[in-house]
């Protein structure tokens, strides 16, 4: 009998895997991580101009502990150049804000994710495609430059976590070798653990995932196509997704993390998100929708031993000024979402 169990339970992992063949070997990650205290986290719209620390505040007050600061970076589609730092950009996108927000984080005991992004004019990450192998190495060099500066400051800054690339689809499908050698490189120089933010039709194709300390995941799953779905809808459709998430976390021995997590707080939102982003955020309000669409992800994840936390998409330096009632945006600011956020966090 127990060697027919054996069997079996073989049996059922290599179907619960055969989504996730030629997986590499596993062992490069170097971090311990503890999932028993969920990263509740929040992204940060870096401000355009300077702030004070007074941003900190409201971000305390919904018992969050983390914050993604993001850092951007630019290139043109087709081009294999990535621009950085430059006094064209936002404060809080140049390294001189980047600093300042992480010293503000730290003084009030907030912890830190520094995600540097890069935005693809005329296109968007997972997009992003070169059509010669030159160009793609120029690309890589220039990369390395930007996130290895970046590991760096972080590193003086004592940043609690780091991300080397969000999105990039066709790279992260297609160019694993860079990915370990640039994860080799940032470790070199920083000495916290890092990940990598895969869009959510991206990470299966990821398959250098032992190189990281966490499996990230910008998780804008679709989930029900009806105006207002309720959490339980949700939960159910949620299910799915949960399951192949447990079994990669348990290929890899790593947790998952949603790196960028959220919803507009607008009709529709827990189906297909990116088809909004055209829509007003003074049109098609509906503040039940989004309240529900995070009732159902707290629900389905948060007591699950594979799972990290998150980082909610997103947060304004303002907080006065952000989200509210007439407003359908993907903050969570002053909005219904917002205390029910808190509860789960304060859990």
């Known amino acids: 009998m127990k060697n027919w169990i054996n069997i079996c339970f073989i049996c059922t992992s290599l179907i619960l895997f055969s989504s996730f063949s030629d997986h590499p070997s596993r062992g490069e990650g170097t971090q311990a991580i503890n999932t028993e205290e969920k990263i509740a986290g929040v992204s940060l719209v870096s401000p355009p101009n300077p702030v004070t620390d007074s941003w900190t505040q409201s971000v305390q007050q919904i018992d969050a502990e983390w914050v993604a600061i993001l850092p951007y970076g630019f290139s043109y589609a087709g081009s294999p150049e ?116 895969a869009n959510w039709d991206e990470y299966t194709g990821v398959r250098f995932w032992d190189a990281m300390d966490y499996i990230g995941l910008d998780a804008y799953f679709p989930l029900v196509d009806q105006t207002t779905p309720s959490p339980t809808q949700m939960i159910k459709e ?23 997590f959220g919803y507009r707080s607008i009709d529709n939102c827990a189906w297909q998100q990116w088809e909004l982003e055209s829509i007003p955020y003074t049109q098609q309000i509906n503040m039940e929708g989004q309240k529900n669409a995070y009732e159902a992800f707290f629900r389905t994840f948060w007591s699950q031993d594979w799972f990290a936390g998150m980082f909610l998409w997103q947060w304004y330096t303002n907080d006065a000024k952000a989200g509210g009632p007439k407003n359908s945006d993907y903050t969570p600011q002053n909005k219904p979402a917002e205390s029910r956020i808190k509860e789960w966090f304060q859990k």
């Not at 950085?84 to 001189?96: A, D, L, S």
């Not at 799915?240 to 960028?260: D, G, N, Q, V």
Request: charged share 25%.
């Open 238 to 260: 949620w299910q799915p997704t949960a399951k192949k998430l447990k079994t990669l976390s348990t290929l890899y021995s790593r947790p998952i993390l949603f790196t960028e």
């Open 82 to 197: 990535v621009i950085y730092n430059t006094r064209r950009q936002w404060w809080g996108e140049r390294i001189e804000g980047m600093t300042q927000l992480i010293r503000h984080a730290h003084k009030n005991d907030l912890k830190i994710m520094l995600k540097p992004m890069v935005w693809i004019m005329g296109s968007w990450p997972g997009g992003y495609d070169l059509k010669s192998e030159a160009d793609w190495k120029i690309w890589e060099s220039t990369y390395s430059k930007y996130i290895l500066e970046t590991a760096r400051i972080a590193e003086a800054e004592g940043v609690e976590m780091f991300c080397i690339g969000t999105e990039f689809k066709v790279a992260s499908n297609n160019r694993e070798q860079f990915w370990r050698s640039l994860a080799k490189e940032v470790r070199k120089v920083y000495s916290g653990p890092i990940t990598y933010a």
